[in-house]
């Protein structure tokens, strides 16, 4: 499997910007699908963004247009890229990761980073 960490959570007003990291070590000749994905207090864990190999990208409908997810295969990184956020936006994002390895499917998840947007 893979490792992830996230980095670029913070707390911005409503209208800004913000922009998440996420490095993946380990296996990373397996990986596939990359994304993004935001849980809010009392609500289920959802997906924001999903990015394939060769950069086909799906967004959630309430981002698109504000987000825009990108991915360095060289690097092993995704990105998301954050404007015009809203207080909705207001989650803990988690990065995700899914791949093979000898034909056995994995799911990996960073641990998170927190994103607070201030009305």
């Known amino acids: 499997q893979v490792q992830l960490v996230e980095s670029g959570g913070g707390l911005v007003q409503a209208g800004g910007s913000l922009r998440l990291s996420c490095v993946a070590s380990?296996?990373?000749?397996?990986?596939?699908?990359m994304g993004w994905y935001r849980q809010a207090p009392g609500k289920r864990r959802e997906v924001v963004a999903v990015?394939?190999?060769?950069?086909?990208?799906n967004y959630a409908d309430s981002v698109k247009g504000r987000f825009t997810i990108s991915r360095d295969n060289a690097k092993n990184t995704v990105n998301l890229q954050m404007n015009s956020l809203q207080p909705e936006d207001t989650a803990v994002y988690y990065c995700?990761?899914?791949?093979?390895?000898?034909?056995?499917?994995?799911?990996?998840w960073g641990q998170g980073t927190q994103v607070t947007i201030s009305s």
């Open positions: 990015i394939g190999v060769d950069g086909g990208t």
């Open positions: 380990g296996s990373t000749f397996s990986l596939n699908t």
């Open positions: 995700n990761a899914k791949g093979t390895i000898s034909s056995v499917a994995y799911d990996s």
